[in-house]
């Protein structure tokens, strides 16, 4: 370092010794040259350098605006935002609540994680499932991508599978979250075939361990679906019933949010009250990149998804 500086040091002395030999007039010329090319030399870079720091302002600022207003109020968390306006809707009646979910698909890792949490709350069998994520393929190869897509129930605000359940097993709350009544269903599978999602899904009674000596204790315990205790045992219900996603309802009227929304990973599934203007669903579904699966069919489904 301070061979550097001697250097420098060194460099100027020389030069200012040459220009004190020099004329008067050449002198003057190399000092005006110099310095008109220090000048040229930063009219060519101040502007590229100003237009690059815009940019990289201009997309930070679209970073911040793409992310979930929450961020910005008061440093609380998105999840601390959404249980304080749980909490709020609770307070309200039913008929004044309007449940939603919104999936962000740009942050769907397609892990899994929501289906495995939702299998755990709701102790689900083989072949029933909640909240699938299913794959979908973009592009030709070699350019492919694939994005991941979480499916539960559309809790539609026009829901198909009502009308069509001849025993009235199944219907829709006044906060739009579609019951099934499994001591009234008696298995016809109608609602299933009426379903435009495929969300709904029988329950033949299989058990994952049946074919090994024993069946493990983690399939003998009850769940707890529509207000009340269900023990998987013999024929009795939900054993011979369709089955579908409820928005953990048992959890909502216990102050908790929904097992798929807690446990994702990358923080792409929200849920909340739409009636409320001030909660965070209410921000995000009126975002231009919204969407809902099958419009065209009139089902009005309150699973939103950002793409």
């Not at 207003?69 to 609770?90: C, N, V, W, Y």
């Not at 099934?180 to 058990?207: L, N, V, W």
Request: proline share 8%; with cysteine.
């Amino acid at each position: 370092m301070k061979s550097d500086r001697s250097d420098l040091a060194s460099t100027k002395t020389a030069e200012v010794e040459e220009m004190s030999a020099l004329p008067a007039d050449e002198a003057s010329r190399r000092s005006f040259l110099r310095k008109f090319a220090s000048s040229v030399f930063a009219g060519l870079v101040a502007p590229a350098v100003l237009a690059s720091s815009a940019t990289l302002q201009a997309a930070s600022l679209e970073e911040q605006t793409n992310e979930p207003p929450s961020q910005a109020k008061g440093g609380d968390t998105i999840f601390k935002r959404m249980m304080a306006e749980l909490h709020r809707a609770m307070q309200k009646p039913v008929e004044q609540r309007r449940w939603v979910m919104v999936i962000d698909l740009r942050k769907c890792t397609g892990c899994q994680a929501c289906n495995v949490a939702c299998i755990a709350e709701n102790q689900l069998p083989p072949g029933v499932v909640y909240r699938p994520v299913i794959d979908e393929e973009l592009g030709t190869y070699p350019n492919v991508s694939i994005r991941s897509m979480p499916r539960p129930c559309m809790q539609c605000e026009n829901p198909p599978c009502v009308p069509v359940c001849p025993v009235t097993a199944t219907w829709q709350r006044p906060d739009g979250i579609v019951d099934i009544d499994y001591e009234q269903c008696i298995g016809c599978r109608y609602c299933m075939t009426a379903c435009p999602y495929h969300a709904r899904t029988f329950d033949f009674g299989y058990k994952y361990t049946e074919d090994t000596p024993a069946i493990q204790p983690y399939e003998q315990q009850a769940n707890f679906e529509y207000g009340r205790r269900w023990v998987r045992e013999g024929r009795n219900s939900p054993i011979g019933n369709v089955r579908k996603c409820h928005f953990c309802r048992h959890k909502l009227e216990a102050g908790m949010l929904p097992s798929c929304v807690t446990t994702c990973i990358g923080h792409a599934t929200y849920f909340g009250d739409a009636n409320d203007p001030e909660s965070l669903v209410s921000e995000l579904i009126s975002r231009p990149n919204v969407m809902r699966l099958k419009e065209e069919a009139g089902t009005k489904p309150r699973v939103y998804y950002l793409l």
